[in-house]
């Protein structure tokens, strides 16, 4: 499906994965569906040497271009098509380069160089005359949409494409909110870019931005009305960047006064939202009102307040932050019994208490020591300092994917730190560092990594409510 305009030009992508894509058309052309199978098709037929290996949809995660072959070849044999790297180098077997088809100089020349016997050869250039020609000939059915409305073209695709990808939110209202000075999509990561980078959030995902603005234009976190918050962007195209500075002002703020270094330790996305819609309307907040902040934050975390939340009840969340701030008196209406549940019995990151949890070996760790460095390495590392060191002996398996088999250690140095807990050779700050006591290492040695864990499966537990308690309490729940 195509999208034909008059119109000015729009911003596009200048590459389809590794291959540059050049505009020959007098009148703008877009592609609007059939990406997937017109990116298979240019992968397998175009020669290597039109990669552009600088292009970001080639980079992967190290900023290299990645060194996989992904040419495809033609087996002659088994009539079928093979990666580049099947085909054996040892081997007498003669396979067509995919790239060649729409290359007739490239063709001649492979076809001159088959080996064989003259009916073997006759054959082989048959094949790939037929091939060529099947490709050559293929028609590829175009739908074209022929308007100079945007809008138009947009809601067109929405109704066609039924069975292919739908059409994310955000996808929908950046075509609808598009203008010749706006784009919604540039305009946000502009502002992540420029708001979020020296917090280290620049990561962070579009839709916490994007759901922050619609509370802004006074829509709620759920509304689906695309064509009304396309039009009210684009009638407020400054509340980009209003969000975005308050957003920068509510990570600072669970930065440096929550811990929450990185985008991947939030519990939940709409702690953001809403201490976002908080920061935008007060800009201001005085040391007191950021106090109540942080045991809003740990209060909301640990009774696992927004899980399965509707948008009514977001919005009576963020009216709540709101009373609270504004009057110094809390009521979070949405707990009714207030509770905090007990760990799961097997850790899994992804889970708001772990994240919890994982902050708080971060602050043990950075208080038990002069030079802790938990912080730190939560921070650089995430998920991939919290490792598992007791190994499964003759016991339950869930006990090993418990919390309490969880260590805050640098990656690093898991064998070494490994070694030194089962030998219980662990200095007093170490053991502090660890939520280890003289007991639990006891029961190391004797090799009761059943107690072990029930042990420090306690102390964690008293060590999270001794935490939660007054924050609790500042937001006026007494009972749990």
């Not at 994310?168 to 598009?178: F, N």
């Amino acid at each position: 499906m195509v999208w034909r305009s008059s119109g000015p030009l729009l911003d596009c992508y200048q590459n389809i994965g590794p291959h540059r894509v050049s505009n020959s058309s007098v009148s703008p052309q877009y592609l609007l569906d059939g990406v997937q199978r017109l990116s298979t098709l240019l992968g397998a037929l175009s020669p290597s040497n039109t990669i552009n290996a600088d292009a970001d949809e080639f980079s992967e995660a190290d900023d290299q271009p990645p060194t996989e072959n992904y040419s495809v070849h033609y087996d002659f044999e088994t009539n079928d098509f093979i990666r580049e790297d099947e085909v054996s180098n040892k081997s007498k077997k003669q396979t067509l380069p995919m790239d060649l088809l729409l290359d007739s100089v490239g063709m001649l020349r492979f076809q001159r160089s088959l080996s064989g016997t003259d009916e073997e050869i006759d054959e082989l250039i048959r094949s790939c005359d037929k091939l060529s020609a099947a490709f050559r000939e293929y028609k590829l059915p175009v739908i074209p949409i022929v308007t100079d409305d945007v809008e138009m073209a947009t809601r067109t695709f929405q109704r066609l494409n039924s069975q292919g990808k739908r059409m994310s939110e955000a996808h929908m209202i950046h075509a609808l909110s598009w203008g010749s000075e706006f784009n919604l999509n540039a305009k946000i990561h502009e502002t992540k870019v420029a708001e979020l980078t020296d917090l280290g959030w620049s990561e962070m995902e579009n839709d916490i931005l994007l759901k922050a603005c619609k509370i802004a234009l006074g829509f709620g976190v759920y509304s689906k009305n695309a064509d009304d918050i396309g039009t009210a962007f684009k009638d407020r195209p400054g509340v980009v960047s209003d969000v975005g500075k308050a957003c920068g002002k509510a990570v600072g703020f669970l930065v440096h006064k929550c811990g929450i270094s990185r985008p991947d330790l939030l519990p939940y996305a709409f702690q953001l939202i809403l201490l976002t819609d908080a920061f935008r309307v007060r800009p201001d907040l005085t040391n007191d009102q950021k106090n109540d902040l942080v045991s809003w934050v740990w209060t909301t975390t640990y009774g696992e307040y927004f899980a399965g939340m509707s948008g009514d009840r977001v919005e009576k969340a963020r009216k709540d932050l709101a009373h609270g701030l504004d009057t110094g008196r809390w009521d979070l209406t949405h707990f009714d019994p207030f509770e905090v549940k007990a760990l799961n019995r097997k850790f899994d990151f992804r889970s708001v208490r772990a994240k919890a949890f994982s902050l708080r070996l971060s602050d043990i760790s950075s208080r038990a020591t002069a030079n802790g460095n938990g912080a730190d390495l939560l921070a650089e590392y995430g998920r991939e300092c919290l490792l598992q060191l007791l190994p499964r002996i003759n016991s339950n398996k869930v006990i090993y994917s418990s919390y309490a088999n969880r260590f805050l250690c640098d990656p690093r140095q898991s064998g070494v730190t490994k070694d030194k807990i089962l030998s219980g050779n662990l200095t007093a700050d170490e053991m502090n560092n660890m939520l280890i006591n003289p007991e639990m290492l006891r029961m190391i040695k004797d090799g009761d990594h059943e107690e072990f864990i029930r042990l420090r499966m306690n102390e964690i537990n008293c060590i999270e409510e001794e935490f939660y308690s007054p924050h609790l309490q500042v937001m006026s729940i007494y009972n749990w």
